[in-house]
């Protein structure tokens, strides 16, 4: 069973840019959420999408954006990219996108903002 | 009110040590509490899980013990092995809520040494 894509691995932009990520879940997942790591602020909740409707919001501004796609895909994007938002941008794919059912991450996208 | 507290940041050990991490948190209504482990250039993978009516609960080598009353959770890895070394996240989420939102601690690194 092939894990949680997500695409590119690598990126980088310049501050004032926009950027758009892709996460691929796991085949019969119906929730994605996503998910900022830092050295500094650790892991922080983005959002969460189950069946293209987004259920959950992070505290973030809304330069973070996201949807779902009817077979499950996800996208986020950044608007007027920020030097604060270099970071590795995790996807999660989860069947039911519920406390208690088991969340798989993919290997994250390293966004490098110069 | 959101926070998990994790520490210690970073943990050395010998092998065969018993590296304990331990967590806390504020809000009650947190009723699902898993440990993720993460290692370089790979997303956070789920290794277990408590419920607060349980006090323990071992997997292998890995325990977490719960104490409801004083809103603490802790991983012990027994009989630790160099394959160990790695990030610990600990996190919180609403089990009985319509989301799998995490909230995670700020990570320990885990370094075993041979």
């Known amino acids: 069973k092939a894990g949680v894509t997500q695409t590119p691995r690598y990126l980088i932009k310049t501050r004032g840019q926009q950027v758009t990520l892709s996460c691929s879940p796991i085949s019969g997942h119906r929730s994605v959420s996503w998910y900022q790591q830092t050295p500094g602020q650790g892991l922080q909740f983005l959002f969460e999408y189950f069946s293209e409707t987004q259920r959950n919001k992070g505290n973030f501004p809304g330069r973070f954006s996201g949807r779902q796609f009817s077979n499950s895909r996800s996208e986020m994007n950044v608007s007027t990219l920020e030097l604060g938002d270099s970071a590795l941008y995790l996807c999660?794919?989860?069947?039911?996108?519920?406390?208690?059912?088991?969340?798989?991450f993919g290997p994250g996208t390293r966004l490098t903002v110069l | 009110q959101q926070q998990v507290k994790q520490s210690p940041q970073s943990l050395i050990v010998q092998k065969g040590g018993i590296p304990i991490i331990n967590c806390a948190y504020e809000?009650?209504?947190?009723?699902?509490f898993p440990w993720y482990q993460q290692f370089p250039g790979k997303g956070p993978a789920l290794l277990i899980a408590i419920r607060p009516d349980v006090s323990e609960k071992k997997e292998g080598r890995f325990t977490i013990s719960f104490n409801k009353s004083a809103k603490q959770f802790s991983l012990h890895i027994m009989d630790s092995q160099p394959g160990d070394s790695a990030t610990y996240f600990c996190?919180?989420?609403?089990?009985?809520?319509?989301?799998?939102?995490?909230?995670f601690g700020q990570g320990t690194t885990l370094q075993v040494k041979p």
């Open positions: 999660a794919s989860s069947l039911l996108g519920l406390a208690g059912v088991e969340q798989f």
């Open positions: 996190a919180a989420s609403y089990e009985s809520g319509n989301t799998g939102k995490l909230i």
């Open positions: 809000n009650t209504a947190f009723d699902y």
